[in-house]
């Protein structure tokens, strides 16, 4: 029988890269986890009815990039393709903003899936770490967003990534905008598809990566003679605090991004060591969310940063992280006896927290010192019949080299004193 392999568009996270991941993770989550964020997880898959509904019926994600699927008792359900319309649809659920504490300020963490093309950096299956504060308008919101997101990035080592920013206008100037820009793209030379795209969601034709479509696209009306003066003044504080911050960005006229939810402040992150899918991280407001899945309203603004495409930007950037070896100790047993006292020790020094490891299996003294070096642990423990019989174990520094003979009743001891 031949093996299995992971499903196309897919692929497994092992050792040693996996640990690169969990710092990401980790890195992404931090600072959100330093400014009031909570932890929030729901499940893997949704009524399909709310990305429909949260995602926007005319976008990629719900018209092709959907896994759907229906359950044995008649249920409608998706993958989930993105994170904010279940965290909005849990918060809600939960009344998280009936607590009196808005904006509500949740994170996330997980695994999406979109039936896309898979190339580099695209995935069928790929994770996310995401913010979303919800319930508050307010301009400092959508800058603390974007400085958390330069300040992860930066805690990462990354350096060649840069942050595109727009805004989308709202419910009195987007329409209008809307209704002009129609006008603009119905007299242009655009396929089927793309014809019925403008009727849908005409802003999402500027996004058209077509040559001939973008030539076409010179002369169309602009975004930002549009903006009401309220979304202008809340877009020029959004720019003036992150100027502030310290914190470098490019305006963007052209951003639109792929849903449908977005209003005002919109924003991407690229990365450009990574290509065609150069897009590490984005997000925005999404003042009409809560509405359109039957919330009251909740005007809230929030980001999803790509952990696969982070990971591929610092490898494109050549930076490796400094990850601490995962072990301390890693103990040696020579012989029947030896496994079984050193065994004890290990489990002990677990107990206390030292983390340990044990050649298992009885291999002999080489093989063994070879899993020891490769651990990382900075100490191995070595004990055979000889050594038992005088009450001692070897201590080894794998630093410096140095062994020293430890009474066996002091080695946890030793240990914790040495690795402070
Ligand atoms: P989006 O929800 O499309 O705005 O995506 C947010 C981030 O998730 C992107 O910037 C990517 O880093 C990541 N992402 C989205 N789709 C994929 C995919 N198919 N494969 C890998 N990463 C993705």
């Known amino acids: 029988m031949s093996t299995f392999q992971a499903p196309k568009g897919t692929y497994d996270l092992t050792p040693p890269r996996s640990a690169t991941f969990l710092a990401v993770r980790e890195a992404i989550s931090a600072p959100l986890r330093d400014s009031g964020y909570g932890y929030i997880e ?13 995602v926007g019926e005319s976008t990629d994600i719900v018209t092709k990039e959907m896994y759907t699927l229906t359950t044995k008792g008649g249920d409608q359900l998706a993958l989930r393709p993105e994170g904010t319309a279940s965290v909005l649809r849990a918060a809600l659920e939960a009344n998280l903003h009936k607590a009196g504490n808005l904006p509500v300020k949740l994170w996330y963490s997980g695994s999406y899936y979109r039936y896309e093309r898979p190339q580099a950096g695209r995935y069928r299956h790929f994770s996310q770490v995401g913010a979303e504060a919800i319930g508050t308008e307010d301009p400092a919101l959508d800058a603390e967003l974007i400085i958390l997101a330069d300040q992860a990035y930066r805690s990462l080592g990354l350096r060649q990534f840069r942050i595109l920013l727009n805004s989308l206008g709202d419910k009195e100037c987007r329409p209008v905008y809307r209704e002009a820009l129609q006008t603009f ?12 795209r403008i ?47 310290g914190v470098a960005f490019e305006d963007d006229e052209k951003l639109v991004r792929g849903l449908d939810y977005y209003t005002r402040t919109t924003f991407e992150f690229v990365h450009d060591g990574l290509g065609s899918q150069s897009a590490v991280g984005g997000g925005g407001r999404y003042d009409g969310l809560s509405e359109m899945i039957g919330g009251p309203e909740l005007p809230s603004v929030g980001w999803a940063l790509g952990v696969d495409r982070t990971v591929l930007a610092l490898e494109a950037e050549g930076v490796e992280l400094d990850l601490p070896a995962t072990t301390s100790v ?16 290990v489990t002990e020094l677990r107990r206390t927290g030292i983390a ?9 003294l080489k093989g063994a010192m070879k899993s020891a070096n490769r651990s990382g642990a900075r100490y191995t423990l070595v004990a055979g019949e000889r050594d038992l019989a005088e009450g001692v174990v070897q201590l080894k520094d794998m630093e410096s ?13 030793e240990l914790a004193k040495r690795l402070g």
């Open 42 to 54: 729901t499940p893997g898959f949704e009524n399909v009815e709310l990305f429909a509904r949260g």
């Open 185 to 196: 793209l119905r007299d242009l030379d655009l396929d089927e598809e793309t014809r019925r």
């Open 199 to 245: 009727e849908i969601n005409p802003l999402r034709v500027l996004d058209d990566k077509r040559a001939d479509v973008q030539k076409q696209l010179t002369g169309a009306p602009k975004l930002r003679d549009y903006l009401c003066d309220a979304c202008k003044a809340y877009h020029e504080e959004v720019r003036a605090l992150l100027a502030a911050a």
């Open 330 to 345: 890693y103990a040696v047993p020579l012989g029947e006896e030896a496994r079984r006292v050193l065994f004890g020790v």
């Open 356 to 364: 340990a490891d044990f050649a298992f299996g009885g291999r002999g």
């Open 401 to 413: 080299g140095e062994q020293t003979a430890v009474p066996l009743a002091e080695a946890a001891a």
